[in-house]
């Protein structure tokens, strides 16, 4: 059973950064390939939504929100996934959570949260 676990959020004023990991515990590195990984973020009261991706063939896509300001990466081989985030805003200010899912659509899962504070 894949357990993802996020790290690295908290308060940072607007125009900083924050780097989130996302961890894959309990999967093995031939598994880790298979899966498409992705950044959804909700914010207090709105619906949760897509930030960043990244498939298994390398293509990465954005909300438009975003783009230009949030890398997402990954390293195999420590079966981690990264959201790299610059100029920040108070608009940026959500739950981030990590998932990955099959490019078929199945099997998704999800990790408990990071939470990210934009703020002066």
């Known amino acids: 059973q894949v357990r993802l676990v996020e790290s690295g959020g908290g308060l940072v004023q607007p125009g900083g950064s924050l780097r989130l990991s996302c961890k894959a515990n309990?999967?093995?590195?031939?598994?880790?390939?298979?899966?498409?990984k992705e950044w959804y973020r909700q914010a207090l009261g709105k619906q949760r939504e897509l930030v960043a991706g990244i498939t298994t063939s390398s293509r990465t896509n954005y909300a438009d929100s975003v783009k230009g300001r949030f890398t997402i990466s990954r390293d195999n081989s420590n079966k981690k996934v990264y959201l790299q985030m610059n100029n920040l805003r108070p608009e940026d200010t959500a739950v981030y959570y990590c998932?990955?899912?099959?490019?078929?659509?199945?099997?998704?899962?999800w990790g408990q949260g990071a939470r990210v504070t934009v703020s002066s």
């Open positions: 309990g999967m093995i590195t031939s598994v880790f390939w298979q899966y498409d």
């Open positions: 998932s990955f899912v099959r490019p078929t659509g199945e099997d998704r899962a």
